[in-house]
């Protein structure tokens, strides 16, 4: 549809950024902090550890009030579940209690909204070693450290999201350091049981949240890519719908209807891979309700019909894979790509967050998109970052189409913040608004710069999305 007539973004538009715990705090072993899988995992070679990170937990003072001064409406952050509870049950850690409370009185400090994320791909190490995600308890142990958080920060935090990316949990575990599943029999079953325990802690912790903050709104994060037919071949098209089903669709149809996807389960079906599910639970899911759809955007995928012949690949949370007999990914021929191969798609984003509405009908915010770059410190103390305007202002001009065809949107929360240590690649691709001054390995002095991109946004949000 060619528009004539825009609409004007809601006045009260989450205008923010996002950042990770285990991603930008450093601190990762110290102040009573128990290991997560990210502390335990082996990084990938030639990146760094993740003592240090952007070290916002010493610096969050003056992130916060960048974040202010470039009017952030809300910050999207997460709380690392394993500083809270060091060995994820049992006794809590004060400091770590202390710390997010810091942290949530400095964002309402500066007029800023916390958006909180409860778990961002940091399990506590001491559960994984028990099992994880694949125990039954996992359930009550979540649902219990959100009952901790709603305790602790519930007269302060109105917007809470469960889990980040459980859809990229399930499927590049391995790539994103979540969990192994090296030498498991039949992976799919484990990695499907593990995801309905966490589907089902979800649901519960949706509950607890309006039954102790009635105020309060929640809703899941999962990364959504709206899947295109590589062509107008019959074949593609149910290629399409194969890892829509499997990537997008099984998560949101469960959180909001709680019912699983037909199409997911015939594929775990054939593959000997149902989860065990105890009475009860489907009554669970179904009760729950999420106030909104929080969804991280990058970009689309696109497949083709793939014959039942050759070995699974594995692709991260935004390049290609392949499963014999159900889809293999395509190199869109129309699309430009970032320095680190993801493919760039601003009409895409406002194709998902049409196809989202359409089945889903609640408000939506983005957690995130973003673009990650070398960006370079000129001798000036400057970072002229134009392609991350850019590719931000594409993405922004498409909310405002999709909020004038009637797609109800809350806020915007690109990634990321502050430059931070992304999933498997390193410091050095950066996607901040502010930089830091830190090289893979060379500590610098972690000074804070503003970026091109930061000025840029400032006005954006002053001008609610009309100054682009
Ligand atoms: C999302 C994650 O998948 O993408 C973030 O929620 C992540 O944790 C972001 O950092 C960007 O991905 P990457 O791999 O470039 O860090």
């Not at 869109?332 to 998902?352: Q, S």
Request: aromatic share 12%; net charge negative.
């Amino acid at each position: 549809m060619i528009i004539k007539k825009m609409k004007k973004l809601p006045e009260d538009f989450l205008w923010g950024a996002s950042t990770s715990a285990y991603q930008v705090e450093g601190a990762n072993l110290t102040n009573g902090k128990g290991p997560s899988v990210q502390d335990v995992k082996k990084v990938p070679e030639g990146t760094s550890e993740l003592d240090v990170c952007a070290d916002f937990y010493h610096r969050y003072k003056e992130d916060i009030a960048l974040m202010g001064e470039m009017g952030f409406k809300t910050f999207r952050f997460s709380i690392a579940w394993s500083r809270i509870l060091p060995e994820g049950v049992g006794a809590v850690n004060k400091e770590g209690i202390d710390f997010y409370s810091d942290v949530i009185d400095e964002c309402l400090k500066n007029n800023i909204e916390p958006l909180v994320t409860m778990f961002h791909f940091d399990l506590p190490a001491a559960l994984e070693k028990k099992g994880g995600w694949s125990r039954r308890e996992s359930v009550d142990e979540f649902v219990e450290f959100a009952k901790i958080l709603y305790e602790n920060y519930g007269d302060r935090v109105k917007y809470w999201l469960t889990i980040n990316e459980q859809n990229m949990l399930t499927l590049v575990g391995d790539v994103i350091g979540t969990g192994s599943t090296e030498g498991v029999e039949n992976k799919y079953k484990k990695l499907y049981q593990d995801n309905h325990h966490m589907l089902l802690a979800q649901a519960k912790a949706m509950k607890l949240c309006h039954e102790m903050l009635p105020d309060a709104k929640i809703g899941p994060a999962p990364n959504i890519s709206l899947v295109y037919p590589a062509s107008c071949k019959p074949e593609d098209m149910l290629a399409a719908q194969n890892f829509n089903a499997i990537r997008n669709w099984l998560y949101l149809d469960m959180a909001v209807w709680g019912r699983y996807n037909n199409l997911v389960w015939t594929y775990l079906e054939e593959r000997d891979a149902l989860p065990d599910i105890l009475p009860g639970d489907m009554d669970i899911m179904k009760a729950a309700k999420p106030d909104f759809i929080g969804f991280n955007y990058y970009n689309t995928a696109t497949v083709q019909w793939a014959d039942a012949s050759g070995d699974v690949k594995l692709g991260d949370q935004q390049s290609g894979a392949k499963e014999p007999g159900v889809y293999q990914s395509f190199a869109n021929p129309n699309l430009l790509r970032t320095e680190f191969g993801w493919e760039i798609d601003p009409m895409g984003f406002r194709a998902t967050m049409r196809e989202m509405y359409s089945r889903y009908h609640l408000p939506m915010i983005v957690t995130e998109n973003g673009l990650g770059a070398y960006d370079k410190l000129t001798e000036d103390g400057k970072i002229h970052d134009e392609y991350r305007i850019e590719y931000l202002r594409k993405h922004i001009e498409q909310i405002k189409l999709a909020v004038s065809e009637g797609v109800e949107m809350m806020g915007y929360c690109p990634w990321s913040a502050i430059d931070l240590v992304s999933t498997h690649e390193g410091v050095v691709k950066r996607y901040g608004f502010i930089y830091v001054n830190r090289d893979e390995f060379d500590l610098k002095d972690l000074a804070r710069y503003r970026k091109d991109s930061f000025f840029w946004y400032k006005k954006v949000i002053e001008s609610n999305g009309e100054e682009l």
